[in-house]
Structure formats: C-alpha cells, structure tokens
C-alpha cells in the first residue's frame, strides 16, 4: 500500500504538486486531485499570495443561510481505514470569535453513510482567541474537544485509525506541533469508520457566525492526506 496519497499544495495546483517552485502560478480554480469545488451560499477563491512561501492560497467564505457552504472536495481516499491529514488555515479575520460562533472547516465521510468519521470546526472562545475543534465518530457516541490556535498561519494535522490495519484504533491531532510522539490530545477509539471523500473549507456556520462573519474569509493552503506516515511541517 502506498504510504503517500497525496501532498498537494493549493497554490500549485495542476503544475508539481509541491511547494517550492519558482515558477508557479495560481490556477482559476482548483484542479485534480481535487475533483470538485462546492459552493452555495458561499466562495471560494485562489488568491496569492500562499501561506509558509507558497505562490497562493484558497480563501472561502459563508455568504448565505445556515446551510451555506463553500469548499473543495477530494476523492482521492478509498475506504481508508487509517486517515491522516493536515493543512494551514488563517481566521485571522474572524475578528471577536463567540463561544456560539462557529462553523465546519473540515469533513470526512464515508461512501458506507452515517455519521462522518471526523469533523473539524472553527471556534471563539468570547475573548478574541480561536480554537480548531474536532469532532470523531465512536461506537454510536463521539469525542469532542478543542485546541486553541494563533494568529497568521496554523499548522492543523490529524490522524484518525480505526485500528483495522494497525490494531490501534486512535484519534490524535497537532496544532502547530512538529514532534509526532507528542499529540495535542490523543485517544482510543472503537470504530469501524473509513474515510472515502475529504471537504476542505467553511460549512454550516451557527446563527452567531452567520449574523456576524458572513462574508468573511478564511484562508487554506498545503492540503496533504496520507494513510500511515507523520506529517509535519
């Protein structure tokens, strides 16, 4: 099994792939591996320049209901039963973050139905600080909880295991952490969850979002999926 599903940096998508080239430029609009871009009620638009000296960077925003939503999907995964991800968002402009504001930036699902194997939403804290919650499907109930972002750029990485391959079913995540022994928060879990299809962007924001942030960008770069190796940045 390939180690590597994807590293995918959206300021060079359809060029190489990786960040780091000098002659990279921004595509209109998001291309393979991401196969489709998901809006209603929302945008979402490549603009340089990138996050960490990547070219550019994806900016969406909710502009609609409580259903709006505005994201790129990725069908790369096939029934993954060990799913690792990570990616730099900036909400630098979610200025004043309620407790009761928040929306998606992230979802799994699975082709098999029910609930999503994962979820990650974008919190206030009613002080002016941010965190990035998560939300992981277990044996019918979830683990729910949060990690507390900066300002600019934060590096997000998860690792969601079923255990089926591994015989390790756990769930761990880093926020601006580099050291892979040492997870913001890690846990076991029982399920037999496998990730087909990964939404990256703003979805579903609560009736305090709405009635304060629509309209309002955030911002995504270096979108990298694997099945079984650490991240990092």
């Known amino acids: 099994m390939n180690t590597k599903m994807k590293v995918l940096a959206l300021a060079l998508l ?21 196969t489709a871009v998901a809006a209603l009620g929302g945008t979402a638009t490549i603009v340089a ?19 709006g939503f505005a994201t790129v999907q990725d069908d790369t995964p096939t029934a993954e039963p060990r799913y690792r991800a990570s990616f730099i968002i900036n909400a ?14 992230f979802t799994a699902t699975s082709a098999a139905g029910g609930n999503p194997p994962i979820s990650l939403s974008i919190i206030g804290d009613g002080a002016g600080g941010r965190f ?18 900066t300002a600019g750029e934060n590096h997000v990485e ?20 580099n050291v892979e022994g040492s997870p913001d928060f890690t846990t076991a879990i ?31 770069d270096q979108f990298d999926s694997r099945r079984s190796t650490f991240i990092g940045f």
């Not at 960077?57 to 259903?67: N, Q, V």
């Not at 998560?134 to 044996?139: A, R």
């Not at 979830?142 to 972002?149: D, K, R």
């Not at 756990?170 to 926020?175: T, Y």
């Open 14 to 34: 359809g060029l190489v792939g990786y960040a780091g080239s000098a002659a990279a430029s921004c595509p209109s609009s998001p291309v393979p591996p991401w």
């Open 92 to 105: 630098d402009n979610l200025t004043n973050l309620g407790l009761v504001s928040a929306a998606y930036i």
């Open 158 to 177: 998860f690792d969601l295991d079923n255990g089926s391959v591994s015989g390790t079913p756990h769930f761990s995540i880093w926020v601006n952490n």
């Open 132 to 149: 990035v919650s998560y939300n992981v499907s277990t044996s019918g109930t979830a683990v729910v909880g949060s990690v507390a972002l």
């Open 49 to 67: 320049p990138g996050y960490a000296a990547t070219a550019c960077h994806l900016d969406t925003a909710i502009t609609g209901d409580a259903t």
């Open 190 to 220: 029982t399920s037999t969850g496998t990730v087909d299809t990964a939404f990256l962007g703003l979805a579903t924001g609560t009736p305090d979002y709405l009635a304060n942030f629509t309209g309002t960008t955030v911002g995504f």
